[in-house]
């Protein structure tokens, strides 16, 4: 018999998505099968898979080791009586196997590559880190390298979660920037800490603010709505500022705030209030603001008036700050509270 004790990654989900996690090579069938012959039990009992797991939980599986690691793709495990069985791992090392070495593999190679991801704040829930530009947020290759595999990285690298632990939970990003925009990304480091950030990101209950530069002097603050359209072969999106059938485009809300205005260019501070992909940079470009750099929706003659400052060949936008709101519980210490992202050095050549 084998053993795992619910811990705080695992608890407040249904029991059968937890053994999908944790049983990664065995068949949905197959699992309800093993619930229904008591050969995986649930505190010494009987279970259907909807149970909600709470920490301390116990589950037991009743197979021998051989088909446990099978079922388990993970040749590196222990047995209850915490010995390994070092000729049932040499014969069961499987593409599951490898697979697992190389996402390891690739977490520390993104923590030694990445540089410049600073981490803003943290605690047992949450990381808020300030991405540089040039950085992805996530893949969109499987071969690249992004926050998200450096967040792991570093997170095992200074011995905040386990290789195990990342069979049941793997913390990511929940807010994610273009590449070449710059400032803060939101992680969940636990669970419960993920759940919490997306709903608050889902119900737009965590302000978000920019900082760019665009073209032209603007005299005041504003706010400005309109309907977006992604194309994705393009990877460009498209404004209306009214559209008779919506199932195309979706509504954005974009506010912004002049702060200095130097040079012909505006510095601007943004808050983004619907968050869709590009849609700050078109949306100010659509009221004849592009942001400086923005070679796809900007001014590019514009643009290349500022060579000789030697700025980046991409639109400088950063995000900047996030304010929470009142929370109360395990995230009272969040409530209400802001953080900031310090800018690009180069950002003080134009100011």
């Known amino acids: 018999m084998q053993e795992f004790k619910i811990g705080a990654n695992e608890a407040g989900q249904r029991f059968d998505k937890f053994l999908h996690k944790y049983l990664k090579e065995a068949g949905t069938g197959f699992l309800y099968k093993m619930l229904r012959k008591k050969n995986i039990t649930l505190n010494k009992k009987k279970a259907d898979g909807k149970e909600i797991l709470s920490v301390g939980d116990e589950v037991q599986f009743f197979f021998s080791d051989e088909t446990f690691l099978k079922i388990r793709g993970n040749v590196a495990l222990q047995n ?10 040499a014969k069961n090392i499987s593409g599951s196997d490898k697979t697992n070495k190389n996402m390891f593999i690739q977490y520390e190679t993104a ?4 540089k410049g991801i600073e981490v803003v704040y943290e605690n047992e829930h949450i990381l808020l880190l300030n991405k540089p530009a040039g950085i992805l947020s996530q893949k969109s290759e499987p071969s690249d390298l992004s926050v998200n595999e450096w967040l792991i990285g570093y997170l095992l690298r200074h011995k905040k979660i386990s290789k195990e632990q990342l069979d049941t939970f793997k913390p990511s990003i929940c807010n994610r920037l273009d590449r070449n925009t710059s400032g803060l990304i939101i992680c969940g480091k636990s669970l419960m800490g993920s759940r919490q950030m997306n709903l608050l990101i889902k119900e737009r209950k965590i302000r978000k603010y920019y900082r760019t530069f665009v073209k032209g002097k603007v005299e005041k603050g504003t706010y400005i709505k309109g309907f977006l359209k992604k194309d994705e072969k393009l990877n460009k999106v498209f404004l209306k500022e009214s559209v008779d059938n919506e199932k195309d ?19 601007l501070e943004v808050e983004l209030i619907t968050g869709k992909t590009h849609q700050i940079r078109a949306h100010l470009a659509s009221v004849g603001h592009p942001l400086l750099g923005d070679e796809k929706y900007g001014d590019k003659t514009w643009n290349r008036s500022f060579r000789e400052i030697k700025l980046p060949k991409w639109q400088l936008l950063h995000s900047y700050r996030i304010e929470f709101p009142e929370m109360d519980g395990d995230f009272e210490e969040l409530s209400n509270k802001k953080f900031v992202a310090k800018e690009p050095s180069f950002y003080e050549l134009l100011k």
């Open 80 to 89: 209850p009586a915490g010995k390994r069985n070092q000729n049932l791992i």
């Open 111 to 114: 923590y030694e590559r990445l």
């Open 249 to 267: 485009y979706m509504p954005i809300e974009t506010a912004y705030e002049p702060i200095i205005y130097k040079n012909g260019c505006t510095y």
